[in-house]
DNA sequence: ATGGGATTTGAATCTCAAC
DNA sequence: TGTTGAGATTCAAATCCCA
């Protein structure tokens, strides 16, 4: 076992650490970081080349960084580097762990094993994935990232409320569905090839950012590629520490993380608070006489139909509640934006109930 | 190790055994069976439920500071039964699994070590799943579902077009949507309480089946409960074996199943692909006199065209060879499917070489 | 500028029977 | 056991091209 290098030096925020992530891991003091978000080599064992049926290649991720020689060498790797992370982690501090059926097994097992404690696994679902093109398994249309804390014991940070506000109002689930990382967002190299073959979505970073993190905390990724952690810390008013082997990639995201601009503190207490708008309950359109109890809303999709009540919810033929439940129940959905869903009738024309909703807003800006 | 009896009885069909599954499948034959379908338990804290295959008892561990060693002990029960469970499947046969974040890590991990081959790890995505009630966590909406062959060469069944048929004409993803178990499919004791705490949904069930069995299989679940894998087995056609330790299960098992209806011939065909239909030669249109030497052929694009040979080869200015090969050198192309490239005129109409194909197999089928 | 059609692309353990 | 060759196989989104 390599000895610790304590230093009384401070930490080395919002910089990218050149060098393997354990070594950089263990020069940190211990108990200096409040969450780790971490995307490390998933292990693939890919055969030969893959072509689509219009006979073009697959750009496979056939990189050095990603062999390994069995299971037995992946897990010794993993239990390394997750130690070094347990040890770098404050208190209360957690981490995220995102990978495929290739590899994730054996992380959440060595996770379990080196103490950390597990909240969540959450499914990053792909709204736009790459299709089976020989039509021999299901489309793998999904990642799953591991939510887990240093301990038991560990009161790690959770948003609930902003991310409920972020879901329309109804508890965040465990599936998340995201677009891939495509168009301008995916970095290019001087050849204009995708610049990592693995590049995450902001938007990914941002829900885990919002969820788990609060503005000044210190976010540290020892598999940072192209730095797609540090951009969304650093729009997020949080520090970063990156960790990253390649100078072509530290390359890439030194200048990509100098090109964003930290959200100012008004912006940051919005997106985490309860609502990015002031929230307006569907009775006050009742109370105010926009809408009438009595009155008939029909659906987005015009096979359903329901009327307003004096309380502000609404009755169907065999349920009753509010525009989101009443609109969940007819569609035997999770769940449903009932703002979005109801309409009444106005002139003969179909009107959003949403379009009530923005008045009132705009009356709450005078 | 427990000595692994070898019996000539024929296969226990479409019977519940009672017993440790270990115990049990180590009595079947080696190679028997089709498809296992296991829903293991995952308390981790092994209160009295876990046992070794010689039947001895884990010692229970629940003290927070013994939390490793109660893993290194599930590893154990879970290696033990995957090992059976991998000995009785045939050559060709595959396994799922179902888990939470609580257990799966640690099948996932041990699938892999024990030989298995994963193909797809599979989310099933709870449209009305328990929300989280102290909201400190994310709702946990989803369990994962992983599938393997037994080993890497294995020769696994599964029914792409079936299932792409299912998902309104594309391919299947790897997260399914369906709903819990409740109503009347949720099983009752006599006092009226739920039969068994995590009786899964016969549409998950039934999905699994259609994709990765065909009529007539045998599909083994080693930890029966309420026979959900059996009923559904028995509606679409499929041979079950259970193996169920606690008696009461047992019992609303049978009762159950008992009451369900195979589904006829008819009902039970699915879509199936190309690849499943008899092979036609290019050579046999020209035997038949469906197009004759000397008859010209274009390509898909009109940029090509080529001469039928009396042998069924083709001949275009440059090269010949098989209708295949001839394609994918004008093409440029590593490979090209010369049933979809080539057409013929009939009337001034174009008209695909893969039609007569067609022809001969409707023709093959009386 | 705009819109419609063609092209490109993405963490992939991606064929199989016959010889 | 390995090699050969027939022939089966893709979805959502972004981007590019041209009218």
Known sequence: MATIKQTAAPLPLNKILAGDCIAEMNKLPEGSVDLIFADPPYNLQLKGDLHRPDNSKVDAVDDAWDQFSSFAAYDRFTRDWLKAAHRILKPNGAIWVIGSYHNIFRVGASLQDTGFWVLNDVVWRKSNPMPNFRGKRLTNAHETMIWAAKSEAGKYTFNYEALKAMNDGVQMRSDWLLP?????????DE?????????????????VLVATTNPGDVVLDPFFGTGTTGAVAKRLGRDFIGIEREEAYRKVATKRIDSIRRLDKDALEVSTSKRAEPRVPFGTLVERGMLNAGDKLYSLNGRHSAKVRADGTLVAHDTKGSIHQVGAHLEGAPSCNGWTYWYFKRDGKNVPIDLLRQQIRAEMKH
Request: charged residues 30%; glycine residues 8%.
């Open 180 to 188: 891939i990382c495509t168009g301008h967002e995916r970095l290019k």
């Open 191 to 207: 050849n204009g090839d995708k610049a990592h073959p693995t590049q995450k979505p902001e938007s990914l970073l941002h829900r």
